[in-house]
Nanobody
């Protein structure tokens, strides 16, 4: 069974940085499209960033462009989300997700999900 485990969340002040990690086991990581989503109480889970299998193509939500960077290390079966210039509105549970598809533009395209890691940004 494919398992995803997020780590690196925490409580920081606005303007600070955090790096989230997602360790993947039980599958062929190098063939997965990987993505990060986030969710706050009362809101739908929203897309943050995704990266293709080779790491050569990335896509970001407008709200995080220029501040967040997604990357992957296929040798370590790990995907990262570097978050800089954090804002209070970034506060959410952040989820790692994996897709076996070719494009995976939608939330519904992701087959495997982690349990999430909390990111809290104070003003």
């Amino acid at each position: 069974q494919v398992q995803l485990v997020e780590s690196g969340g925490g409580l920081v002040q606005a303007g600070a940085s955090l790096r989230l990690s997602c360790a993947v086991s039980g599958g062929t990581f190098s063939r997965y499209i990987m993505a990060w989503f986030r969710q706050t109480p009362g809101k739908e889970r929203e897309f943050v960033a995704r990266i293709n299998w080779s790491g050569g193509r990335t896509y970001y939500a407008d709200s995080v462009k220029g501040r967040f960077t997604i990357s992957r290390d296929n040798a370590k079966n790990t995907v990262y989300l570097q978050m800089n210039s954090l804002k209070p509105e970034d506060t959410a549970v952040h989820y790692c997700a994996a897709s076996t598809g070719l494009l995976a533009p939608r939330r519904e395209d992701y087959t495997y999900w982690g349990q999430g890691t909390q990111v809290t940004v104070s003003s």
